[in-house]
């Protein structure tokens, strides 16, 4: 089948904006920087997972599943996503979380909550203690053995579920950011805009390995950079495995290798990625900040925070070639912004010192 031809559902809103940062471009001085607003795709707050979402819940609903269940962190942005599709398409929405029930309600599990998502929280605490690769066996054999059962009680009542994984990773999912490029070559035509990178985040690797087909398939004029979103990073490997199965099952005409696939890191002592997925840094936290206060556009503290920190280490640095005009794609997720573990964290930075933080108490 072409992926022109694969039918998605109406999920949420696609030709997203595709914006010019002034502001931003006037403060770094190195080109013209531009922002594809996927975090505008209208469903429960907008998100990338939007786009792959399309996709799943049409396969959901062509193949008679009646019930969606997926995978993540507590604040999984992906996870947000599908509990709103399935709550849209009247799908039964499951959620398995990898982590402890925290004892504070918020973020994305707030809205979880409020959308009506059957919630289970797989807890790995009394193996953390373990080596790494035998604690990686035992947490995966365990999620597994998990996922088993709950989709066994639900088959009991009647339902059929559609099991997603982690960010919707896979090659269906991936066909949303493959047709994203033609929509954004559009844009750049329509705009007059030339770009000769378009960076992105690199996490469970379903929206960077899309682009990169999609970009490969239909000449795109741009190279795409993947900035991964935690220190412990999906192999690349892994993520060149998953470009050809796109390739395969859609007959894309190419093959990728290692050696194409283009990923910034950034330096010790905190990479890009920070010092761990969710958890807050300084660096991070930073960016935020200077994406708020030059362009209004609220970036969050998991993935784009740490993708833009990378867009912008990567045009100071001029490792992207001076005065090179590129795109940086907002994947959405402001929800995990306030998330209580962030909400604390920015205390110090945008809370502690009333003159640093423009702050004013004026008493009768």
Not at 82 to 105: E, F, H, R
Not at 330 to 353: I, R, V
Request: glycine letters at 10%; proline letters at 4%; hydrophobic letters at 35%.
């Amino acid at each position: 089948m072409k992926i022109e031809n694969l039918k998605k559902a109406n999920v949420g809103y696609t030709n997203t904006p595709l914006e010019f940062m002034e502001n931003l471009s006037k403060k770094l001085g190195k080109g013209n920087l531009y922002i594809k607003r996927d975090d505008m795709s209208g469903l429960a707050l907008g998100g990338n997972k939007t786009r792959k979402l399309e996709y799943l819940v049409q396969f959901a609903i062509d193949n008679g599943y009646t019930a969606l269940m997926t995978f993540g962190g507590v604040q999984t942005n992906h996870g947000r996503l599908t509990v709103a599709a399935a709550v849209k398409y009247g799908l039964k929405p499951i959620l398995v979380l990898k982590g402890k029930k925290p004892d504070y309600l918020s973020g994305n599990l707030l809205l979880d909550r409020l959308m009506g998502a059957d919630i289970y929280f797989v807890d790995y605490s009394s193996a953390e203690n373990l080596p790494k690769t035998e604690r990686q066996i035992i947490e995966k054999k365990f999620l597994q053995e998990c996922a088993d059962k709950i989709v066994k009680k639900y088959e009991i009542q009647g339902e059929k579920v559609l099991s997603i994984p982690v960010g919707g990773q896979g090659v269906i999912g991936s066909a949303g950011y493959a047709m994203f490029v033609p929509e954004i070559m559009k844009q750049m035509k329509e705009q007059n805009i030339t770009a000769k990178y378009l960076v992105c985040g690199y996490g469970s690797t379903g929206t960077f390995a899309g682009l990169w087909a999609g970009a490969k398939y239909f000449n795109a004029p741009f190279e795409v950079i993947g900035i991964p979103i935690e220190p412990d990073y999906t192999p690349v490997e892994d993520t060149v495995k998953s470009i050809n199965e796109i390739n395969k099952f859609f007959d894309m005409g190419f093959t990728c290798e290692k050696k194409d696939l283009h990923l910034e890191i950034g330096s010790d002592p905190i990479p890009y990625g920070g010092t761990n997925y969710n958890e807050p840094d300084i660096e991070t936290q930073k960016n935020l900040e200077l994406m708020a206060s030059t362009e209004a556009i609220i970036l969050d503290p998991c993935y784009t925070g740490k993708i833009f920190r990378g867009f912008v280490d990567l045009i100071e640095k001029e490792i992207i070639p001076a005065n090179e005009n590129v795109i940086l794609l907002h994947s959405g997720g402001a929800p995990g912004l306030f998330g209580k573990e962030h909400c604390d964290s920015l205390q110090k930075l945008l809370w502690s010192d009333e003159e640093k933080d423009h702050v004013t108490v004026m008493k009768l």
